[in-house]
């Protein structure tokens, strides 16, 4: 069983910058994949980025590269997402998310490849 919390959302102009956290617990998180992804009202959840428990293996969208930074801090159990030159279409609920390692890309990004989520976090990018 693994057990995650977001934290770190809230309203930003655009432009601006903000990081998210993901606090982990549980018995294997080293066997895990950690993922972001995101759900505007309406739209489906899209992948944002994952990495690795040992943090080598990052993956990215392609539309968010350069912008957004998944990192770990194993001492802490936490995952972050870095966030930067937000827009408005960046608006959405954020969730963390803990999974298998995946090989194909395809999977990498599929929500229901992953296991377990966290409750999700707000950011609201305003014009």
């Known amino acids: 069983q693994v057990q995650l919390v977001e934290s770190g959302g809230g309203l930003v102009q655009a432009g601006g910058s903000l990081r998210l956290s993901c606090a982990a617990s549980g018995r294997t998180l080293s066997s895990y994949v950690i993922g972001w992804f995101r759900q505007a009202p309406g739209e489906r959840r899209e992948f944002v980025a994952s990495?690795?428990?040992?943090?080598?293996?990052?993956h990215y969208a392609d539309s968010l590269k350069g912008r957004f930074t998944i990192s770990r801090d194993n001492a802490d159990n936490t995952v972050y997402l870095q966030m930067n030159s937000l827009k408005p279409e960046d608006t959405a609920v954020y969730y963390c998310?803990?999974?298998?390692?995946?090989?194909?890309?395809?999977?990498?990004?599929?929500?229901?490849?992953?296991?377990?989520w966290g409750q999700g976090t707000q950011v609201t990018v305003s014009s």
């Open positions: 990495i690795s428990w040992g943090g080598r293996n990052t």
């Open positions: 998310a803990a999974g298998p390692t995946l090989a194909y890309r395809s999977q990498k990004e599929d929500p229901l490849k992953y296991d377990y």
